[in-house]
């Protein structure tokens, strides 16, 4: 079975759409995303315009704050400090990864942690690990949505993730433990990688490389959710999961392009609309 991103990501922004129109219609106020993207790599332009183009289909404004020529650190700061302040904003991306000189973790926790729209916030990140009522990571949440949609049973499964990092791997490791999954994180000092995706009833993978996983590697009747996002030199976009050979004895996996990449997206969206409602107090 495809794990098949693009629809599942069109219903939840169908559920984002109908609350955008229901926060217009009784505040008048349309949710707004401020967009921040310093720098010119450009796979963030191209992150950014789909995200951009995702909020106008559901009726969320965004507002641009683009310094493709960058921004030095003082500028950045006070940028943030601004769209903390403002009213019209609801939501703030900041788009990763920060240009070499700027510290990605002081600019995370300069936004206001009920402005965050991608879930980094450590006030949020904290949340997430004390169980508490949160923003979840944009990745992670969407993995979890394409897992739930299809009916993937979580409790007291295997799952196992690979990559640890503080956007995909660790916040879905802790909502996966959430739901009642056995989970181990492998990363790139784990002894034997295949011996731990081999007892994974749910394998999620996200280390950036490809053919990280291949079909040797994955358990009959598996759920593979493959995270990576990689250019090969052909130009063809991979993930980290070698989709034919694993897709041959997985239960369900997800392609890529069109799995997790879309759920992402979805995900900013839902998480703008949530953090309006909040700020004008209808949630
Ligand atoms: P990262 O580079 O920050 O982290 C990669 C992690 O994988 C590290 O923790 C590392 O220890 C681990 N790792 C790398 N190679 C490994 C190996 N051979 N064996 C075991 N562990 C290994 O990357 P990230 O930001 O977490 O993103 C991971 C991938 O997901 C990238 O391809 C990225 O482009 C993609 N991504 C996709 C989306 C999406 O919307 N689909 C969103 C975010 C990231």
Redesign the pocket.
Known sequence: MILDGKLVAQKVLEEVRAGVARVKDRSGVVPTLAVVLVGDFAPSRVYVANKKRAADTVGIASQDHLHPEGLDREALLALLRRLNADPRVHGILLQLPLPAGLDEDEAIAAIAAEKDADGLHPVNLGRLLAGAPTVVP??PA?CLELLDHYGCDLKGAEAVV????????KPLAQLLLARHATVTM?????RD?AAHTRRADVLCV????PR?VTGDMVKEGAWVID????RLETGKLV??VEFASVAARARAITP?PG???P???AMLLRNTLRAAERQLGMA
Not at 162 to 169: A, E, P, T
Not at 186 to 190: A, D, I, M, S
């Open positions: 944009c990745t969407g690979i990559g640890r990092s503080r956007l995909v791997g492998c990363h790139t000092r784990t990688l996200a280390a950036g490389r990280t995270v990576g996002i990689n993930g980290d890529v799995g997790v990449g759920m992402t997206i």
